[in-house]
C-alpha cells in the first residue's frame, strides 16, 4: 500500500474528514499565493503592429532619411517601407490620397505640395505608402481579489505610435508626411460598488 492511502487511512481513523483535509489544502494554496503576490496573476496584454522598427526613434530616424524628389522606390525598400513584403502597409492610389488630403471639392489645390500636385496633375505612376505602428503594453494593477471579484479594476497603458504617408511617382519620392507620439502613458480606473452583482438586478426579472 502506498504512502498516500497510509495517510488516508490514518487521518480517516483519527477522525478527521477528508472534506476538512481538501479545505486544508485550499487554504494552503490561497496564503501562497498571497505571499507571492496576486497583482501578477492579473492578466496583462500587448499590442504590437508587425512593422520593421522597434522603437518610435528607430522609425522617425528612418523616416527622417527619406528626401523628396531623391529617394528612390528601390531606397525605401531598403528602409524596410516594401508593402510585398512588410506587413501592415496601405497602399492608395491618386484618388484616395487626394480624397485625403484635400478636405473639400473647393480646396484650391494650388496651395498643395508641390508633389501631389504632380500626382493631381498626372496621375499615372502615383502611388502612397500608408505605415501605421504603434507599440502598446496594457498592465493591469491593483489588488487582484477586487480586480478578481469586479469590484475596482485599473489598467495602465503606455508605449507609442507612428504614423507616415510616402508618395511614389514614377519609383521617386515626391512627398512625405508624418504624425506620431513619442510616449504614450495613461490610466483608466473602473470601480463596480456592487462587484460581481452589478446588473443583476434586471436579470432577475426577466425570463
Known amino acids: 500500500m502506498s504512502t498516500f492511502c497510509i495517510s488516508a487511512e490514518a487521518h480517516q481513523e483519527s477522525g478527521i474528514p477528508a472534506l476538512h483535509i ?4 485550499v487554504l494552503v494554496v490561497l496564503l501562497g499565493l498571497s505571499i507571492a503576490g496576486c497583482a501578477n496573476l492579473l492578466p496583462n496584454a500587448r499590442h ?16 527622417s532619411q527619406i528626401v523628396p524628389g531623391k529617394t528612390t522606390r528601390v531606397e525605401l525598400q531598403a528602409f524596410g517601407i516594401d508593402p510585398e513584403r512588410t506587413a501592415n ?5 491618386h484618388v484616395d490620397l487626394l480624397r485625403r488630403l484635400v478636405p473639400t471639392s473647393t480646396f484650391d489645390i494650388a496651395l498643395l505640395d508641390p508633389g501631389i500636385r504632380k500626382c493631381a496633375a498626372a496621375p499615372s505612376g502615383c502611388i502612397a505608402y500608408v505605415i501605421k505602428q504603434s507599440h502598446l503594453d496594457r498592465l493591469r494593477s491593483g489588488n487582484f481579489w477586487l480586480d478578481f471579484l469586479n469590484f ?7 508605449g507609442w505610435q507612428f504614423d507616415a504617408v510616402v508618395v511614389v511617382k514614377d519609383d521617386l519620392v515626391v512627398y512625405k508626411l508624418w504624425s506620431g507620439t ?3 502613458r495613461r ?3 473602473e470601480n463596480t460598488p456592487l462587484g ?4 443583476l ?3 432577475l426579472f426577466t425570463r
Open 48 to 63: 504590437t503592429s508587425d512593422t520593421p522598427w522597434r522603437t518610435y526613434a528607430e522609425a522617425h530616424a528612418v523616416f
Open 89 to 93: 502597409i496601405e497602399i492608395l492610389d
Open 196 to 199: 460581481p452583482l452589478q446588473g
Open 182 to 184: 513619442p510616449h504614450i
Open 152 to 158: 475596482k479594476r485599473t489598467l495602465e497603458i503606455a
Open 22 to 25: 481538501v479545505l486544508r489544502l
Open 201 to 203: 438586478g434586471p436579470s
Open 187 to 189: 490610466v483608466e480606473h
